[in-house]
């Protein structure tokens, strides 16, 4: 029988459920349990698809295609395993699914209702993600209190009562701040969170409590006492230089022994050596380079979060310390804050805003030879910018940003001119690329075929591809049943490479994306080459 985990949240928001329930999956599967993970968001969206990234951060997309919340990146990158689109829905999804049956007569002309009808199928979605698991981890987004979660967590509830305490446990999130005027750690936000929560009818089994400072153990005793849980069943979530020692911090306070035994499971002896010297490597790095990432989402860092997490990994490969320089690319300024750097990185991003500073700072990495690293649009940015600079087509531009441009070299193709309603419509999911033997792409794969995952709608303009490649941007990648271009390189470039998928999505801490592993290697050189040249000279 399936065993359940809810892991809920309280006093504030972006306390880090998922990281939570990520480091809880990645402890269980070390001792030999098959985890199986979801995420409940409980905003009206069918999907974070269409949000705006400043509101809710960066459109996580998976192997099927599906568009879901970010937490679905750290499941992935903490278990190593591919999550769908049945491991993230919304509270729009569900009542989406319970409108359309009611429309069609399945319930036989009942009142339809939050109890039992909406609860049943969250249910339904629970028990659908947990087959073949030995335990599921579920994640309730947003924060007890808020009315959008109640129905999520009133199934939460009735699993509880359904499954028995030995097949149900309940992991609560929450905040122990400090204040600095007074020196003091305080527990009452915890206690009014844990009470909500117990009115709900859930009774926490651990409490996790973030802090900037160690607990005491006389404040574990009041938390003990007030929230009625044993002293060892509150774990200390301290701030960490990295997100990937959250498993190690558990792994010492017993957190996953204590699972193991309130959930009556059978594991094998834990084994998280591989993690562990990852995580060794991560903070004893013997280089650094800084790398400057020019997006038009930077005053909100989750909104990139898989390439910062990528670009870390690629350096943990490469034993290096990576200084990620947050570059908004509306900064009239901008090129002089590139001089230092040792590569350049533009990530995907929709809409015309900013997109003048990113076709710039393509430019300066073409003219100055400073490593450069597309994604999405910005494999788009670097083909406009060759086209007016090297082809001095003056105006050439996508239609995205320009639909009368007289040299249109980023457009939709037929089927996405057609498109009427946005969500879910874009080129989606996973697409084969064929990789030219001797690119820079395929020194760093070492394959002449690859999968990786898209979330765009314009495409390079075939109609200019010849005049391109013939000027020097060299096309090394395409998705072969359609003839689109999928990688494009720079000729005479100690590194320019950029993609029109999302390579950061398929990044793992053990095994970092090929790309930006060569892409930090790169960096590396040229700040490196740089010092020396830089270095004064001795007489001898």
Known sequence: MTKYIFVTGGVVSSLGKGISASSIGRLLQARGLNVAMLKCDPYINVDPGTMNPFQHGEVYV?????????????????????????????????????????????????????IPHITDEIKTRFRAIAKGADVAIIEIGGTVGDIESLPFLEAARQMGLEGGKDNVLYVHVTLIPYIRASEELKTKPTQHSVGKLR??????????????????????????????????????????????????????????DQIIMLLRLRTHSKDMASWTEMVDRLYRPKREVTIALAGKYTDYKDAYKSVNEALIHAGIANEARISIRFLDTTDPDIRAKLADVGGILVPGGFGDRGIEGKIQVAQLAREARIPYFGLCLGLQVAVIEFARN????????????????????????????????????????????????????????????????????????????????????????????????????????????????????????????????DFIAAALTRASSDKGRNAPSHAV
């Not at 859930?202 to 938390?223: F, M, Q």
């Not at 558990?250 to 996953?256: E, Y």
């Open 62 to 114: 998976t192997e099927d295609g599906a568009e879901t919340d970010l937490d679905l990146g750290h499941y992935e990158r903490f278990l190593g395993r591919e999550m769908h689109q049945v491991n993230n829905f919304t509270a729009g999804k569900v009542y989406e699914t319970v409108i359309s049956r009611e429309r069609q007569g399945d319930f036989l002309g009942a009142t339809v209702q939050v």
């Open 390 to 517: 090297v082809l001095k087509l003056a105006d050439a531009n996508s239609t995205e940003f320009d639909a009368r441009t007289r040299y249109p070299v980023i457009d939709l193709l037929p089927e996405q001119k057609a498109v009427k309603e946005k969500g879910a419509s874009m080129r989606l999911g996973t697409y084969e690329c064929a990789v030219k033997k001797g690119s820079l792409a395929h020194r760093a794969y070492g394959l002449t075929s690859v999968s990786e995952r898209h979330r765009h709608r314009f495409e390079v303009n075939n109609k200019f591809r010849k005049l391109i490649e013939e000027s020097g941007l060299l096309v090394t990648g395409t998705h072969a049943p359609k003839n689109l271009v999928e990688i494009v390189e720079l000729k005479d470039h100690p590194w320019f490479l950029a993609v029109q998928f999302h390579p950061e999505f398929k990044s793992r801490p053990e095994a970092p994306h090929p790309l930006f592993r």
């Open 199 to 256: 009115e709900i009818g859930i009774n926490p089994d651990l409490i996790v409590c973030r802090t900037e400072k160690p607990l005491s153990p006389e404040i574990k005793a009041k938390l003990s006492l007030f929230c009625n849980v044993p002293k060892e069943s509150v774990i200390e979530a301290h701030d960490v230089p990295s997100i990937y020692e959250v498993p190690l911090v558990f792994q010492k306070q017993g957190l996953d």
